[in-house]
Structure formats: C-alpha cells, structure tokens
C-alpha cells in the first residue's frame, strides 16, 4: 500500500474517531484535526498491542485503530440514541472529501519534492521502525534508542518500512499543516466569542502566520523526521481544544484535547512532565467537573503506564529503575497527580487542585534551585549555549526576541478568559526547561540541532496562538459576548 494511502486511512480513523464532534465542529477544523487525532488512535493502538504481547505490524495496529474508532462512534450513537438524539452521519461527508482529497494532495507532493531532513537522531528513530515493523516486538530494539528516543515517531514512520523508503515524508508536514489550520480556527473561533472587530481578525492572523512561516526552525522542524513538531501540535490541541470547550458550548472539544495529551508520554524522554505541566492547569480550570476531569486526564495516565511500567521498564538500564529514575519516577509523577484529582472530590483536598499549577511551579524551580547549588557549572553552561541558541545559533531569527516581550505585553493589557491554561503552564515549562539538564546530567550544547534548540519547538504554536487570540480581545469593544460564560461542563460532553 502506498504511503498516501496509509495517511488517507489515517485521516478516515481521525475523522471517524471525531464522530461526537460531527455536526457540532465545523469542516475546517475538524480536516485539521483528523491527521493527529488519527495518529493519535493509532499509536494508542499500537501500545496495547506491544504491552498485551501481541505481535505489532503497521496494518495490524491500522486495523485495530479503525475499530477503536468504529467502537467509540457505535457507543456515542447508542448513548444519544438513549437520550433522543443521535449522530448526524450526513455532516461528515463534506469534512471526508477535504480529508481525503487534501491527504493524498500533500502525501503526493510530499513523496516527491523531496523536502524530508534527515539526522543522525532520525536515522535512530527509523532503525527502530525498521525492527518494529520486521519482528512485531521490542525484543531487538537498541535500549539507548528506547530511552533517548521513545516509540511515537518510530510507530509513525513503520509505513515507510513496508514501502521501502524507509521513512514516511509526508506525515511530519500533515502535522505541521494540521497545527496550522487547526490554530487559524481556533483564533477565529475566539475572535468571534470577542467580538473582535473584522478590521482586525485578518491582520492578527497574517501577524501570526508571518512570524511562524518565517522562523527558521519551524519550517525545518515540518519536515524533519523527528518529534518536535508534533509534540507543538499535540500541545496546541490539547490546550487549545480544552480551552475552546470552555469558553463555548463546545463540550466534544474535550475528545481531541484527551487524545493530544495521551499522545505524549511516549513521544520523547520530557513528555510526562511536560504534559502533566499543561494538564494540571487544565484541569484545574474552575467549573469543570470531576467526571471531565477524570475523563480528561485517565488517557494520559493509562499511556504513561502502559509505555513506562509495562514496555520500557524491561527493556532499561539499571540506574533508570529508581524510584525517581527517568522510569518509574514518571509514574510516580502520574500517580501523584491522580491523587490529586481524587482528593478534589472530597471536602478537605478541594484546595489541592486549584493550588497544584502552582506548586507545580514551586517544585520545579525548588527541584533547579537545590540542583543548582551542587552543580552550578552544568546550569552557567546550559544558559550561556541556550542564550546562544535563542539569538544566533539556533536559527531561530528574531522569534524568541520578541514572542516572550508579546506575551508580557498581552499580559499586562489584557486579562484573557481561562488565561492560566496558558500563562502559568508556559511559565513552567520554561523553568522546567533548566529542570531537565539536570534530570538528564548533561548540558546543553551551542548549536541547531541540540535537543535544548528542539525543545523550544513544543511551546512556540502555543505562545504564539496566545499572543494572537490575546490581542484579538485587547482590541474587542467591551461589554461583548466574551464575558458570557457558558454552564460548567460534564463527562457527558463527550
């Protein structure tokens, strides 16, 4: 089967997976979704595959990813058809043409101007696709790549194996165009809750998309086989989407958002933290109730266990198995932040979750603080390459000079809705940043390709998206229909 096939199956799994958002989400941004929500479906898939025993191939964990999708639209048909409604199956016959007929428009030009980079790093990821897709396990998989590389961007190049290219070019620049496309709606959508003026609307997006569509490393990393541009998409969905479902009657927004978040843990070596970082802010968004909370959040935790505890624990190094090793530590961490959502349940924890954002923050720059002081040459050697990075080196332009000066500025002119799903957890990350030199006893290096340059890449569509959906409120009139709110949400939105 040729590669723009298997990314059109992709596509039909995302969509079909999407099927409580048909009739409620328009086509365009449910055609930017499906690729990731597709990705997404499939790579869950394709754990519980590994982690049962069972032997994994590329059309098994297809297969198996199609009927999870069928499965769940069957269930949301028979839950509505119980409370007098059901799925509007003719709204998704518009959304299918564009995903398929756009799918195999950018697979094909994507087979064939030959647009794909290619490191060292990636090479890596592919060797691991290649014994993936010809044993069916992990048995044979080098154990350094496992640790330093995870599974997702193997899993999602083991097509490429079956075609004999090796690699798959155009699922990374779906992604990039998915992120895109998905960020235009979902600044539109804001826009119009605003009531931005439309002088505005189209100059706030070409701002965004001018600054994006001219850095450097954004358009390299939608090309480039490996994980940091879609570890941004994922990020942008997740927050973007569970944000989107709160300022409006859009409850089924919470679907991708879950599936993003449970995309990540085995995506690279920093997910867990830094999807636990977003996460907790999400969740701890006053008025959502502790079904969603729960619906929200137990995908993540179940892939964290199911790649950490179940996949990656036999296949580590001795030193990764403490405690808090790089191993088990991230499922302590999971397991701490599902004692938080439990104690929210009962009278004396409710403070808890409201207060997790920022002890979260609090134990990561306490955790940077006590390190630093032991070691505080991998730290001076970490900022001086970092600082580098940012103004020369790291081919990103002028981006980090001045996205963080209009985030401040957006701050301090305007008090976005919900703002602390962005705010607090970009704060965080940024710390966190510094968190992991130590958690890794390396340093960052000067230069494009250091893994410290990549990791930029995961926050930049979310800072920018900010940005952009922040100065379309600052120039909103007051008194519009922002400053309604919506009714506190339920697990049933699903």
């Known amino acids: 089967m040729s590669e723009a096939l298997v990314m059109v199956w992709l596509a039909i799994i995302g969509l079909t997976t999407l099927s409580p958002t048909w009739g409620r989400l328009p086509t365009p941004a449910l055609v930017s979704l499906v690729i990731p929500m597709g990705a997404a479906t499939y790579i869950l898939s394709a754990l519980a595959m ?12 297809l297969w198996l990813a199609s009927l999870a999708a069928v499965a769940l639209t069957a269930t949301v048909h028979r839950y509505r058809s119980r409370a007098g409604g059901s799925i509007p199956y003719s709204a998704a016959r518009v959304p299918f043409g564009y995903a398929v007929i756009g799918t195999l428009i950018v697979a094909t030009i994507a087979q064939n101007v030959h647009l794909t980079r ?14 993936l897709e010809t044993t069916g396990s992990l048995e044979l998989i080098n154990r350094g790549d496992l640790r330093a590389r995870h599974l997702v961007v193997p899993l999602l190049h083991t097509s490429g194996v079956i075609s004999g290219r090796g690699y798959v070019a155009s699922i990374t620049p779906l992604f990039a165009l998915s992120g895109l496309g998905f960020a235009a709606w979902l600044a ?14 189209h100059w706030l997006l070409l701002g965004g998309g001018a600054l994006v ?10 090309f480039y086989v490996n994980g940091h541009m879609v570890f941004a998409v994922y990020l942008l969905i997740g927050v973007g989407a569970a944000w989107i479902a709160r ?53 993540f935790i179940v892939a964290t266990v199911l790649w950490y505890g179940v996949l990656l624990a036999p296949r580590s190094f001795d030193a ?15 397991a701490g932040f599902a004692v938080v959502l439990a104690a929210s349940h009962h009278r004396l ?25 032991r070691n505080s040459d991998l730290l001076r050697t970490s900022l001086a390459a970092t600082g580098v990075n940012i103004a ?8 980090w000079w001045i996205v963080p000066l209009f985030v401040l500025g957006a701050v301090l002119v305007t008090t976005l809705p919900l703002e602390r799903m962005w705010i607090l957890p970009g704060v965080t990350y940024g710390v966190a940043l510094l968190a992991f030199i130590y958690l890794r006893n390396g340093p960052y290096r000067v230069g494009q390709g250091d893994s410290g340059n990549g990791m930029f890449m995961h926050v930049a569509f979310v800072l920018v998206v900010y940005v952009v959906i922040a100065a379309g409120h600052a120039v909103a009139p007051t008194g519009t229909p922002e400053t309604q709110h919506t009714e506190p949400a339920s697990a049933a939105s699903f």
């Open 50 to 61: 590994l982690a049962s025993g069972v032997s994994f191939s590329t059309y098994s964990a």
């Open 118 to 131: 290619l490191t060292v790093d990636s090479v890596r990821s592919l060797l691991t696709a290649q014994g």
């Open 188 to 201: 539109l959508r804001a826009f119009a809750s605003f009531g931005t003026p439309q002088r505005w609307r």
């Open 213 to 222: 569509l001219t850095t450097n490393r954004i358009l390299y990393h939608a």
């Open 247 to 299: 300022r409006g009657s859009m409850g089924t927004m919470f679907l991708p958002a879950s599936l993003a978040f449970a995309a990540l843990p085995a995506l690279r070596p920093e997910a867990v933290v830094t999807g636990l970082i977003f996460l907790i802010a999400v969740v701890a968004t006053v008025d959502v109730s502790g079904r969603l909370r729960w619906a929200l959040s137990t995908p």
């Open 320 to 334: 990764d198995l403490g405690l808090f090793g790089s191993v088990y530590g991230n499922i302590v961490l999971v």
């Open 349 to 373: 924890g409710r403070w808890l979750l409201p207060a997790a954002p920022w002890l979260t923050l609090a134990g990561i720059v306490g955790y940077v603080g006590v390190n630093a002081l």
């Open 392 to 399: 020369i080196e790291g081919l990103w332009g002028v981006f």
